[in-house]
């Protein structure tokens, strides 16, 4: 049984992170996607649980993926679920140099392999990053994220569901 392991912040979860999971269905028998913690971005803008639940309510229709979120090393996870490969997508060069050390120091841990799929160019340019930002000063971003995390952030920043 072939594993993939999509490991990421998902701060929030979006249509480019949710094309490399349906793309990875394709060729994984099961996929688990994992809300972890960069300690390089603090001030996270939901909670761990927050995103599971996002993520859980935006993948109801891929039977094959599983999602858990935790506080943890990668290479923790990709053990303690059997993982036969990382997956990670890449939207630019720019994405790649930390994505190499990260597979690298992955692999020099554990010995598990990372994999890349480039994400389409219809979703090169979507960042969590700019969808906060965006969403935080009242712009519209559900042509960008699934409808569970577009209605998780109006609540969060104008208490109101679209
Ligand atoms: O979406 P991101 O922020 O690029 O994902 C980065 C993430 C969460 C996958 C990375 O920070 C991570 O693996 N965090 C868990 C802690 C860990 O294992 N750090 C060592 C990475 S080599």
Redesign the pocket.
Same mark, same amino acid.
């Given at each position: 049984m072939r594993i993939a392991l999509i490991?990421? &912040?998902?701060d929030p979860f979006h249509n480019g992170h949710l094309e490399v999971v349906e793309r990875a269905t394709r060729l994984f028998d099961s996929v688990v996607v994992a809300a %972890?913690? @960069?300690? $390089?971005?603090s001030n996270a803008l939901f909670s761990l649980e927050e995103r599971r639940d996002m993520m859980a309510a935006s993948m109801g229709h891929l039977p094959t993926v599983s999602i858990v979120s935790v506080s943890? %090393? %990668?290479?923790d996870v990709a053990r303690d679920v059997n993982a036969s490969a990382i997956v990670k997508g890449l939207r630019a060069v720019s994405d790649f140099e &930390?994505e190499l $050390? #990260?597979a690298q #120091? @992955?692999r020099q841990l554990s010995g598990v392999e990372t994999l890349f799929i480039p994400t389409s160019s219809s979703h090169s340019f979507i960042a &969590?990053r700019l969808l906060r930002e965006v969403a935080r000063y009242g712009g519209d971003v559900s042509a960008f994220v699934p409808e569970p995390v577009n209605i998780a952030l109006h609540e969060k920043f104008d208490g109101t569901t679209p």
């Amino acid at each position: 049984m072939r594993i993939a392991l999509i490991p990421g &912040s998902f701060d929030p979860f979006h249509n480019g992170h949710l094309e490399v999971v349906e793309r990875a269905t394709r060729l994984f028998d099961s996929v688990v996607v994992a809300a %972890l913690r @960069n300690p $390089q971005k603090s001030n996270a803008l939901f909670s761990l649980e927050e995103r599971r639940d996002m993520m859980a309510a935006s993948m109801g229709h891929l039977p094959t993926v599983s999602i858990v979120s935790v506080s943890t %090393l %990668l290479v923790d996870v990709a053990r303690d679920v059997n993982a036969s490969a990382i997956v990670k997508g890449l939207r630019a060069v720019s994405d790649f140099e &930390s994505e190499l $050390q #990260m597979a690298q #120091m @992955n692999r020099q841990l554990s010995g598990v392999e990372t994999l890349f799929i480039p994400t389409s160019s219809s979703h090169s340019f979507i960042a &969590s990053r700019l969808l906060r930002e965006v969403a935080r000063y009242g712009g519209d971003v559900s042509a960008f994220v699934p409808e569970p995390v577009n209605i998780a952030l109006h609540e969060k920043f104008d208490g109101t569901t679209p």
